[in-house]
């Protein structure tokens, strides 16, 4: 047997190297009398390298592996016995086999079962707890789970301890999680983001590919000019992938991943990983001797024309094929298994299909999910049944197909930690991709906050993560002989720091550019500044765009948006559906450097509250004004009927709209009735809430005039709630408390939603208004709030007329105000805690802070007590309220103070429930119209058919018409 001396010295620490994919280190099988005599002498173990296709001289030992060299054990006399009785121990499939090992099995009987015994179940009971235990335990200190499973690997595994049995079949376990994985990946490939992202994604992803290659084939052909070409691109293919599930985790994290940067970063790492897979093609040409040049392109042709081809038809015709010939057509109970069936199959085809191609299998297994990424239910349904299962696979894979294969004791060695360092510069090598970085958002110049720096250093630090690409690359190079084991060490260390590095780093510069943000908002919240009721502040605004996906989308609104002078405070990114033209929502919260509207603090906002409210609703004299016209109508009128309204249909569309209901009142009555009196009558009796009314819902005189009565006592008992309810859609601006920057990412309003900026108060809603029992200050108090009002509605207009020129005629654009500093939160967030629902119980809370009994609080005295109770606020949220109620600036807030604005809370929270409860009555009004129209509907379609079919058979005299009549009549 050939040996080495040099490797043998190097690899001596290296006992599972055997476990490298595709590869086999066999240990030298040994007679039954070597054995026999090796049992009762000491033994030691060392290695040597075997050529491909070589074999030793001794006729019971194996082949080696097509993998090219693998690492042979042999036996010889220097070390104690225990070494055999280990590998009988670990490696039971190698010694149980009589023509590996030599032994002789008791009997036939013993070759149909396999035996496990207790030690071994536990042991990889104990595995796989440790590996997702340090999984967990590594994701808190802000690095990827992956980094404690392959701590465990190699801790229990091989390299270190060899506590783990059956290492092999746990490597193979675990290549089929790496498969699952990428077939995760084409199942979560969105076309529609990639498009969206423009040729930026491409860019940094095909430079990032190259960058690292040259950095680490450099390095390595410096350092010794010996070294072949082939291993020098082997190094650095190794480091030429970015991990996309390690950068978007963080991302994630961060709350950066539906941002534009965020949605950049994946669409470049999903061409990275594409590019990763063709460099893994390519490997197989290169270990062979001196291959023909055609061979060299082979597997570029190949993975490429396959890409083409089946990633071509993946993205088109194939999805829509598969969904409407073959699922459409399934029963529903069905659909599922016959997806993930058809899914199954293509995996299975296209795995040796690639693989016998000289492409990689892999490649396949990408293929076949991305042929049902753009089915939306098969996405959902494979991202939801297979989470656990894919969960625990790739927990193994990274425990033990990477753990089992870090040369952990070759870590001692300087030569290995050296180049581990040096190595890292091709990691590094990624991090000026940050300069193909768009700017989405222009910056003030001299400005805190720099949103352009930060997308580019987060995109530069996520492209420098590395993970499983890099270690099967690296992997896969020592098994066709292409680098040495102290470079692969080296390659595995260097991989390892950025694995813990990078997305510690990337992390904590999320949270230092998010905390800028805050303090930027921070130092323009008008809260703070204003002294009084009322002053001025920027207007911002909230624009959700919503248009099919195209090429550089981002670059529209950044456009856009800088010649308006709008500054970009925030924006987020969704998408409806996975197809090229997938519909696309953006969310932008913008701070319009154009225009100052008032601010108004709580005080402020009562007072116009309450002066609309009362101008808004009947007032009790003219609710007996009206009440006694409709008793002289009815002496005069004699109409028992129970359509008294329908007299006002002058149009005779059976129908009355609110425009004929007004004038036919103001006819009958002799009165003036304004816009929101006759829209609060035809309140009344629209059961169908549709906005008029119908044939059924036409009532008597007497039916009339007993639910106007109803109507007054109402307005004796209480406020009316829907004047109020009124009142919060066109004061939005002022006590809207719902859009805060932490819920910008709630974008489920749907694109058919109207404008909402024309449902604010403006001069001609006013004009609808009765303010005459308003006195002069609240009037003229309502007459600014509508004239401010007009502007905001024409600048939110010229904003969405512009965006929706440029985006194309399917693009909707809603623009609405949006208040960065909501004073409700902390009580919003007091009431959550405490569960409180009355303004006894949150002055309750008050005393409770005011430990001195001096009857008032200061904002840090707060601040402190609410956080030591275990309340989540911020220093922010809690000055914000004190500076909203604290109109002198004194900085204090005493206890009627802060009942007053409790009470102002909870006036406003049932209001808003108020809404919500003529929302769903609405929503069911129409389900009921709806389901009334189709029952009519049915009833005539069932009386049409009698007649048809009746019809048929006086004609034809047969029993049953023909299937063609059937369908004819659906």
Not at 135 to 143: A, C, Q, R, V
Not at 218 to 237: F, W
Not at 633 to 653: E, G, R
Request: glycine share 6%.
């Amino acid at each position: 047997m050939r040996s080495t001396a040099l490797v043998a010295a190097a690899l001596s620490t290296l006992p599972l190297l055997e476990l490298i994919p595709g590869s086999h280190a066999a240990p030298t099988m040994l007679s039954d009398s070597d054995s026999n005599h090796l049992r009762g002498r000491p033994v030691s173990v060392s290695y040597s390298l075997v050529e491909q296709g070589t074999t030793t001289q001794d006729d019971n030992s194996m082949p080696s592996s097509s993998f090219g060299r693998v690492l042979q054990t042999v036996l010889t006399t220097s070390e104690e016995q225990q070494h055999i009785e280990d590998l009988d121990t670990h490696y039971p499939l190698f010694l149980a086999n009589k023509d590996r090992t030599g032994r002789k099995l008791a009997g036939d009987a013993h070759d149909m079962v396999v035996e496990v015994t207790y030690e071994h179940i536990y042991a990889i009971l104990v595995f796989l707890i440790a590996a997702t235990a340090l999984g967990i335990f590594t994701s808190k200190l802000g690095m990827p789970a992956l980094v404690g499973e392959i701590i465990t690997g190699f801790l229990l595994g091989p390299p270190l301890a060899r506590y783990v049995p059956y290492p092999k079949a746990l490597v193979l376990v675990g290549e089929i999680g790496l498969i699952l994985l990428i077939l995760e990946a084409g199942v979560e490939l969105d076309v529609a983001q990639l498009r969206e992202t423009g040729t930026k994604a491409f860019n940094i992803g095909f430079t990032g590919t190259i960058l690292p290659l040259v950095v680490g084939m450099g390095l390595v052909m410096a350092s010794d000019t010996n070294i072949g070409i082939k291993s020098a691109l082997a190094v650095g293919a190794s480091f030429s992938p970015t991990s996309l599930g390690v950068a978007a985790s963080a991302l994630k994290q961060g709350k950066m991943l539906d941002t534009p940067v965020g949605q950049l970063i994946v669409s470049a790492c999903v061409v990275d990983d594409i590019l990763g897979l063709i460099l893994l093609s390519m490997f197989q040409v290169l270990v062979e001797v001196d291959p023909p040049i055609i061979a060299y392109f082979i597997p570029i042709i190949s993975s490429l024309g396959f890409l083409l081809v089946l990633g071509g038809s993946a993205v088109t015709w194939l999805p829509k094929f598969i969904q409407n010939k073959i699922l459409n057509k399934v029963p529903e109970q069905h659909r599922e298994l016959t997806m993930f069936s058809i899914m199954t199959a293509m995996l299975l085809a296209y795995l040796p299909l690639l693989n016998y191609t000289k492409s990689s299998y892999l490649t396949g297994a990408f293929l076949a999910g991305a042929t049902f990424s753009q089915i939306e239910s098969a996405h959902h349904s494979f991202m939801k049944k297979t989470h656990q299962l894919m969960t625990w696979l790739l927990r193994v894979f990274f425990a033990a197909s990477i753990g089992f294969q870090v040369p952990v004791k070759l870590f001692c060695n300087p030569f290995v930690i050296g180049w581990g360092f040096l190595l890292y510069s091709c990691v590094l090598a990624k991090f000026p991709l940050m300069l193909f970085v768009p700017k989405f958002e222009d910056v003030d110049e001299g400005s805190s906050y720099n949103p352009f720096l930060r997308d580019r250093l987060i995109t530069g630090l996520a492209m420098t993560c590395r993970g499983e690409f890099s270690f099967i690359i690296a992997a896969f190079a020592l098994g066709k002989g292409l680098i040495s084991a102290q470079i692969y060490a080296a390659i595995v260390w260097a991989v390892f720091l950025s694995c813990t590095t990078s997305p510690f780093i990337l992390l904590s510069l999320i949270k230092y550019f998010n905390k800028q943000q805050l303090e930027y908002l921070k130092a323009t919240n008008p809260s703070k500044q204003i002294t009084g009721s009322i002053g001025m502040t920027p207007l911002y605004l909230h624009i959700k765009c919503t248009a099919p996906a195209s090429w550089g989308q981002q670059e529209v609104f950044r456009r856009i948006l800088n010649g308006m002078n709008l500054e970009v405070i925030d924006r987020r990114t969704n998408r409806h559906g996975r197809t090229l033209s997938a519909e696309v929502q953006t969310d932008l919260y913008v701070k319009d450097d154009t225009m100052n509207i008032k601010f108004q603090k709580i005080a402020a906002q009562r007072r116009i509250k309450s002066a609309l409210k009362a101008a808004m609703d009947f007032t009790m004299e003219e609710l007996h004004t009206f009440s006694d016209a409709i008793e002289e109508l009815q002496k005069l009128v004699h109409d028992d009927s129970d359509t008294f309204f329908m007299q006002f249909d002058n149009d005779d569309n059976r129908v009355v709209s609110l425009r004929e209901l007004k004038m036919g009142l103001e006819d009958k009555l002799r009165l003036n009735l304004s816009h929101k009196q006759a829209r609060k009558i035809m309140d009344l009796f629209d059961d169908s809430k549709d906005g008029s009314l119908q044939e059924d819902e036409m009532v008597s005189l007497a039916q009339f005039k007993h639910r106007l009565q109803i109507l007054t006592t109402k307005n004796k008992k209480k406020s009316s709630m829907v004047g109020l309810a009124e009142f919060r859609e066109r004061l939005q601006s002022f006590m809207d408390d719902t859009d805060t920057q932490e819920s910008s990412v709630d974008v489920s309003t749907k694109s058919s939603e109207k404008p909402s900026l024309l449902t604010r108060l403006s001069t001609e809603e006013l004009k609808h208004v009765s303010l005459r029992s308003l006195d002069k200050e609240a009037q003229t108090a309502l007459e600014e709030v509508a004239k401010e009002q007009d502007e905001i509605i024409n600048r939110g207009t010229v904003i969405e007329e512009s965006l929706e020129r440029a985006l194309g005629e399917a693009s909707k654009v809603v623009v609405d105000i949006w208040n960065p500093w909501p004073w409700t939160e902390l009580f919003d967030k007091i009431a959550s805690h405490y569960e409180l629902e009355t303004v006894e119980h949150f002055v309750a809370v008050f005393a409770g802070i005011d430990t001195d009994g001096g009857g008032t609080l200061c904002k840090d005295e707060m601040y402190e007590a609410l956080l030591q109770a275990g309340i989540d606020i911020s220093e922010e949220g809690v000055a914000t309220l004190f500076n909203m109620i604290d109109e002198d600036g004194s900085g204090d807030i005493d206890e009627e103070e802060w009942k007053n604005t409790v009470d102002f809370y909870l006036e406003l929270k049932e209001e808003a429930k108020e809404m919500a409860r003529t929302e769903e009555d609405h929503t069911k009004a129409h389900e009921r119209l709806r389901a009334q129209k189709i029952a009519q509907l049915g009833a005539h379609k069932s009386r049409r058919w009698n007649l048809e079919a009746n019809r048929y058979r006086e004609e034809h005299s047969e029993e049953q018409p023909p299937h063609e009549l059937t369908c004819l009549l659906d």
